[in-house]
């Protein structure tokens, strides 16, 4: 979470908590900012501070109850904040790595999905031709698929993309695997290109 959100770092959650109390407290909350925009993940206690101090409201629960000193609260698992957090928006690097997680690890030239050994970066306009390293010119291509297009356009092997390329939304700060049911509802507040990235 970016500094001045809670600056005293504490959850104001009860110490008494019950076996089992303890790693519940620290499951991924997203947190969305007062536009909506998704800022980053926060653990459960301080998810549960900021609503306790009015910083932010629930978007989504679903996971329980958590008890505090004076007070039951439902287990969050979105929240927005109530004012406006301004910070600078983190750059995806350009990476063999990153061109897979954008592309979700499928060949955009046959749309089927591969494991990473049999994936290849393909340069849309080929180097020959004058294309250069950039996310608007690299996509992610099954091993035959890339051997098929050999060092031509698509148009000259006529073949189409499965999708426009373009540079990735993604925040890298966000992590999570949502393949997983209990991050599901996250699906509903982010981009498609967040929904490859693993949970650290």
């Known amino acids: 979470m970016p500094s001045g959100v809670d600056g ?3 959850s104001g959650v009860h110490n008494g908590t019950a076996p089992g109390e303890t790693a519940r407290s620290q499951q991924p909350v997203l947190v969305l900012n007062a536009n909506f925009e998704p800022l980053n993940v926060c ?28 007070a039951t609260y439902p287990r969050p698992s979105v929240i927005k904040l109530e004012h406006m ?12 790595r990153e061109v897979f997680r954008r592309d979700n690890y499928t060949c955009q030239y046959c749309g089927k999905h591969f494991p ?25 291509a099954c091993l035959w698929c890339n051997a098929k297009k050999g060092g031509r356009t698509p148009e000259q092997a006529n073949m189409k993309l499965v999708r426009p390329v373009k540079r990735p939304k993604r925040n890298p700060l966000i992590t999570l695997r949502l393949g997983s049911e209990k991050y599901q509802s996250w699906k509903t507040f982010l981009d498609e290109a967040y929904w490859s990235v693993e949970l650290r």
Not at 46 to 60: H, Y
């Open 116 to 140: 990473t050994a049999a994936l290849s970066i393909d340069h849309v306009l080929p180097r020959a031709q004058g294309g250069g390293e950039s996310w608007e010119n690299l996509v992610c």
């Open 8 to 10: 005293s770092g504490r």
């Open 43 to 70: 653990d459960m206690r301080r998810a549960v501070s900021l609503l306790m101090t009015g910083k932010a409201r629930l978007l989504e629960d679903g996971r329980g109850r958590i008890h505090s000193a004076r």
């Open 85 to 96: 957090v301004r910070h600078p928006r983190p750059r995806v690097k350009l990476s063999k």
